[in-house]
């Protein structure tokens, strides 16, 4: 048996550890005094007397030729004098067909405490987006499943959309309706910053049993540290760019990324970065693109992506919300006053928009489409004076129009949670209902 590659491998190894020691700690920030590390470096905090006993952590800046770490678990048993060690490479996390079906934590653990499973490929979750020049053009649709989005918004394979929010208006029931009725191959959804009741209850409610078949969670809830619910962002999006890499329609769920977006201005104020709009620091609008433009195609798969935008007081312009919609294929806004009236899902269409749409449907869908949005609108401008009976039918031969169909797309655009209807019906449905209209 010829040994010399094994030989050739052990000359290779770094046999030395590099060891720092911890010098101080100010909230969740860990200053120590070495090792000789970079940037994005996973290092091992040691806090007793065995290897077991170690705290992992993240290297996210220097002061001073101090490193500054960043826990991606508790610190309460961390010490003045901890030794520090580096372990020369940044975060990676396993990936496979054998993880489908798993509930997995932010850094790609089975949250159930069990063991991964054998044979999975290890990935850095730090990469670089496809080549815009290797990107093919998207130019199949996807199925959805849910009516309003397949006629009106109609999704492209590989499209990447935002769902745009207040709270409790319905987006984690949406995304359950998405994962359990579209056509992808597989779901990979992110939980990030979500109520500890909550994962539970949106894996055995909103998504179901038939829907974790086909699909991985992710979950990184609001008490675990910064670092770690945005690792559970890239660690789901690395799982999917590997499905990707195998050639498969992936679609990629994040609830949400306005949640993302707090975890890293926490650890940017913490390493002294300096608030910009509205509190948010410069490394915030520096990590959105990176994160959201590694979804989509490449030349081997495609990614469709849903991300959902929590807006504080239904604010749609506030700083996260403004840029990622600038960043986004299309948006889907949710209207609570649609959702006070039990109208689910409660999408407004005319503020929504789906900017592949129109390279992807037949005119004939597209007429259609365009026929309705311009109804809704003409009801919309003239709802107050409807409501309060001073519109005098015959006024404008576009508003009664509009006054004769409103109900029936009303009705239309409704939907319940377990009633699939495929894109094919939805778009029949639709030119049913309006006929050919304008080809557009």
Known sequence: ????????????????????????????????????????DV?????????KQRIAAEVVGFRDEHVLLMPISSIQEISPGSLVETTGKPLQVKA??????????????????EDLPIGLTPRLTESSPPNP??????TEKISCGVRAIDSFLSVGEGQRIGIFAGSGVGKSTLLGMLA????????????????????REFIEHDLGEEGLKKSIVVAATSDQPALLRIKGALTATTLAEHFRDKGKSVMLMMDSVTRVAMA??????????????????????????????????????????????????????????????????????????????????????LKSVSRIMTNIVDTEH????????????????????ISIGAYKHGTSKKVDEAIAYEPKLMNFLKQSTNNPVHYTESRDQLIKLLGKGEQY
């Open 366 to 385: 597209l007429g259609a489409a365009m026929r309705a949005r311009e109804l809704l609108a003409a009801y919309a401008e003239s709802e107050d004076l």
């Open 264 to 349: 890293q201005r926490e650890i940017g104020l913490a390493v002294g970065e300096p608030p910009a709009t509205k509190g948010y620091t410069p490394s915030v609008f520096a990590l959105l693109p990176k994160l959201l433009e590694r979804s989509g195609t490449n030349e081997l798969g495609s990614i469709t992506a849903f991300y959902t935008v929590l807006v504080d007081g239904d604010d749609m312009n506030e700083p996260i919300a403004d840029t990622t919609r600038g960043i986004l294929d299309g948006h889907f806004v949710l209207d609570r006053a649609l959702a006070n009236k039990g109208h689910f899902p409660s999408i407004n269409i």
């Open 1 to 40: 048996m010829d040994i010399t590659p094994i030989l050739n491998t052990l000359d290779k190894l770094d046999s030395y550890r590099r060891l720092g020691k911890v010098n101080r700690v100010v909230g969740l920030m860990i200053e120590s005094k070495g090792p000789k590390t970079s940037i994005g």
């Open 180 to 199: 359990r009725q579209s056509s992808a191959d597989i779901n990979i959804i992110a939980l990030i910053g979500e109520r500890g009741r909550e994962v």
């Open 133 to 138: 020049m290797q990107r093919p053009r998207i």
């Open 96 to 113: 496979g067909d054998a993880l489908v079906g798993s509930v997995l934590d932010g850094i790609g653990r089975p949250l159930n405490g």
């Open 43 to 51: 290092c091992y905090i040691h806090t007793g007397d065995t290897n």
